[in-house]
Each structure stands twice: as structure tokens, then as C-alpha cells.
């Protein structure tokens, strides 16, 4: 079973910029594809983004045309890049991975790693 590790959260102002790490322990292209979580305590978990084993992407639409997800196969490490962040965007960030072609939903998924804060605030 593939292990996640998040890093790169932390706090920034409104209309700033994070980059998230989500670190596999074996090779993840061509074999599972890796999504991106966040939640808010109280609150459901709402899916950010996902990239697919093959490399095709996907965003939410609170996301959309502010962050981008990438893969480093050589790192075998996915990349949340965040830009024009929102007050709303503060939560914690989960990486999620699932074997095969298929994006992991929040009930459907091979592995969750530990979580990584953001925090957007003046």
C-alpha cells in the first residue's frame, strides 16, 4: 500500500500563494491516480483537485483557475499549487491516493496521508 506525506502549508495572506507536497513511497504515474482534500472541522471533506495516473486533471469549481496540480514522476510527488488564496480556502489538506485511472473519492481510495494546515489570514 503506497504511504502519502503532505508538506508546504502554513499560513499566508489573502491573495497569496502556497505549494503543497504530497511525497508517495513508490512510483505513483501510471498507477494510481492522487487527489487533493481539504476540510474544515464540523465540515465535509471537499475535493480540490486530482490528477490521474495516465495525467489527465481535474478541479473543483471553488478552485478552479486559482490552483494547479502537477506530478514529478522522477519524485514521484504531486504538486498543489495555490495562488489568489481566499479566507475560505483555510482548511486542513489531505492527499489521497487510489489505484488505477480513476480519481479517489471519500469513500473510495487506497490511502490518506496525515494532513497539512492552511491558513489564510490578515
Known amino acids: 500500500q503506497v504511504q502519502l506525506v503532505e508538506s508546504g502549508g502554513g499560513l499566508v495572506q489573502p491573495g497569496g500563494s502556497l505549494r503543497l507536497s504530497c511525497t508517495a513511497s513508490?512510483?505513483?504515474?501510471?498507477?494510481?491516480?492522487i487527489g487533493w482534500f481539504r476540510q474544515v472541522p464540523g465540515e465535509g471533506r471537499e475535493e480540490v483537485s486530482c490528477?490521474?495516473?495516465?495525467?489527465?486533471?481535474n478541479y473543483g469549481d471553488s478552485v478552479k483557475g486559482r490552483f494547479t496540480i502537477s506530478r514529478d514522476n522522477d519524485k514521484n510527488t504531486v504538486y498543489l499549487q495555490m495562488n489568489s488564496l481566499k479566507p475560505e480556502d483555510t482548511a486542513v489538506y489531505y492527499c489521497?491516493?487510489?489505484?488505477?485511472?480513476?480519481?479517489?473519492?471519500?469513500?473510495?481510495?487506497?490511502?490518506w496521508g496525515q494532513g497539512t494546515q492552511v491558513t489564510v489570514s490578515s
Open positions: 489521497v491516493a487510489l489505484y488505477g485511472r480513476r480519481c479517489p473519492t471519500d469513500t473510495l481510495y487506497d490511502s
Open positions: 490528477i490521474e495516473s495516465d495525467g489527465p486533471t
Open positions: 513508490r512510483r505513483i504515474a501510471d498507477y494510481y491516480s
